[in-house]
């Protein structure tokens, strides 16, 4: 699976970006797709997951109310709608994919088996 992350850039607090993920080359079945950060000198942590078998979702309270997750069955593609951004929002966002992954393990990076390249996201005060 390749995964293709597009999306980020420069945008001041409150602003919005939607970042997407494309992916190809899929050949298993119940995928999860979910969308991690990382910002210099911290570890990756999760944002949002989405199971493709129904859409069923989960964010990171940080996010909560300010970030939505959609999916694009015929285009192969998620997408991270992100409002309201802050500074703290600041990292590079990768996203990643993996084949039966456990619900409860949705937010263990080494859950998932493919990743994108990053992109970054840069939220100025």
């Known amino acids: 699976v390749q995964l293709q992350a597009s999306g980020g850039g420069l945008v001041q607090t409150g602003g919005s970006l939607r970042l997407s993920c494309a992916a190809a080359?899929?050949?298993?079945?119940?995928?999860?797709t979910g969308w991690f950060r990382q910002a210099p000198g911290r570890e990756r942590e999760f944002v949002a997951g989405?199971?493709?078998?129904?859409?069923?979702?989960r964010y990171a309270d940080s996010v909560k109310g300010r970030f939505a997750m959609s999916r694009d069955i015929a285009r192969n593609t998620v997408y991270l709608q992100m409002n309201n951004l802050k500074p703290e929002d600041t990292a590079v966002y990768f996203c990643?994919?993996?084949?039966?992954?456990?619900?409860?393990?949705?937010?263990?990076?080494?859950?998932?088996?493919?990743w994108g390249q990053g992109t970054q996201v840069t939220v100025s005060s």
């Open positions: 989405i199971r493709w078998s129904g859409g069923t979702r």
């Open positions: 990643a994919e993996g084949s039966r992954i456990i619900w409860s393990n949705l937010a263990v990076a080494s859950s998932y088996n493919y």
């Open positions: 080359g899929r050949t298993g079945s119940d995928y999860v």
